[in-house]
């Protein structure tokens, strides 16, 4: 098949989506499939074989100064680049709109070289996708999990009304729930990811299907010879991102003794200022460590010297961490919000605990903490449970089976 992925960002670096382009990409080429890349910046990285066409945007949402499009500042002027300029300086973020219009002008012009077979986006869900069926190819889109989950969790924790208002016109939930309805099929990446997107967006669930995340189990592996840190726990996550729960995992520890240290692996906002702030509330400042954004590499060594992995978050549409941690053979104490028992799974690759649950965070830890044996035992466990499971081969095949699916209801 002739196949166009698109994602309104590409990076590996710049979130899930960047990841999932890239290794879905990759490996539907070893299947012997021609894709196309139409795609934002961040660029992508380690593609093997894809054919990449770049979609112009400047990211006015991330730049508060420096804004103007280099080389050419009058570019700013061009009606998609003003929207998205004068859209962010009020709270909205239009990203995910403006490459939904700018990727239907491209998939024009591409239209008159390339016969794609399938489209397929990367949870953009803007309103210029409904454009893309214009174009007689069947369209379907990956969706993690709906956003109303995050502006839910995020109104959890306390904020200011001038913070509420900035959320409310932050996740565009209306035009994802409008548009999605008018795909051809809505992949999703875990069960219970289905059944919230089914509540929120009233999407039939015979249009929905399910397609677990992959994971390179070669990269995320096993050390050996590499030194655990006593008493060390690590967590991987945006630390500004309140669905993640980063909150209920220093009120944990918080009961846990002194000499037990976590390391944050923070590869969000380059402003934190959320998490710092609850870690003094907490008292627990000298006991935690930021990192930053890291590659690969290191973020294997962090999880290979770990003795624990932590995964407290309100909701997750599948658990990259979780599934990296296991895969890393690092026992797991994870919550059981969203898909999160999906991947952690009951056979004795972690712990679960209820969400919002600092105490028995803290058990958890504790009880692994203190019994090295059960720490192998759950690595191991979780370790053949990525290896038979999480493949992104795996997630290749059965994506193709959905695609030959909405090829042949198109008709």
């Not at 709109?97 to 591409?110: E, T």
């Not at 090295?372 to 466990?381: I, K, N």
Request: hydrophobic share 40%.
């Amino acid at each position: 098949m002739k196949i166009g992925l698109l994602s309104y960002r590409g990076n590996p670096y710049c979130g899930g989506q960047g990841i999932y382009l890239t290794y879905l990409a990759n490996e539907l080429i070893k299947l012997g499939h021609e894709v196309h890349v139409i795609v934002g910046p961040p660029w992508p990285l380690f593609l093997r074989g894809a054919t990449v066409h770049q979609v112009e945007n400047f990211n006015f949402f991330g730049k508060k100064r420096d804004f103007l499009p280099p080389g050419n500042p009058f570019k700013i002027f061009s009606p998609l680049h003003f929207y998205e300029f004068g859209a962010s300086r009020l709270g909205v973020f239009p990203e995910i709109k403006a490459f939904s219009f700018r990727a239907f002008l491209k998939l024009l012009n591409l239209a008159r070289t390339h016969r794609f077979d399938i489209l397929h986006d990367n949870q953009c869900l803007g309103y210029g996708m409904l454009l893309w069926k214009l174009l007689g190819v069947p369209v379907v889109s990956t969706l993690h999990h709906p956003l109303s989950i995050d502006r839910a969790t995020w109104f959890e924790q306390p904020s200011t009304l001038k913070q509420k208002v900035k959320r409310v016109l932050y996740y565009p939930l209306l035009m994802q729930k409008i548009v999605s309805n008018r795909l051809d099929r809505i992949i999703t990446v875990s069960h219970d990811s289905a059944r919230e997107i089914h509540q929120a967006f009233g999407i039939p669930p015979e249009k929905i299907r399910v397609v677990y995340n992959g994971l390179d189990s070669r990269e995320f592996a096993p050390i050996p010879g590499l030194a655990k840190k006593p008493n060390s726990l690590i967590f991987v996550g945006n630390s500004e991102d309140r669905k993640k729960g980063l909150l209920y995992l220093l009120q944990a520890l918080a009961y846990l003794p002194e000499n037990v240290s976590l390391t944050v692996v923070d590869g969000g906002a380059p402003q934190r200022s959320f998490a710092p702030m609850l870690a003094e509330k907490y008292q627990v400042g000298r006991r935690v460590f930021f990192t930053g954004k890291i590659g690969p590499g290191e973020l294997v060594r962090l999880y290979g010297s770990a003795e624990i992995a932590v995964v407290p978050s309100l909701y997750e549409g599948f658990g990259f961490p979780a599934a990296e941690a296991m895969s890393c053979e690092l026992p797991v104490v994870s919550s059981t919000a969203g898909a999160l028992p999906e991947v952690v799974g009951n056979d004795g690759a972690g712990i679960l605990v209820p969400a919002r649950d600092g105490p028995a965070l803290a058990k958890a830890i504790r009880r692994l903490l203190e019994d090295p044996e059960l720490r192998r035992q759950m690595g191991q466990a979780g370790r053949r449970r990525v290896v038979n499971l999480f493949t992104w081969e795996n997630a290749a095949r059965q994506m193709v089976e959905v695609y030959r699916e909405a090829i042949d209801a198109h008709g």
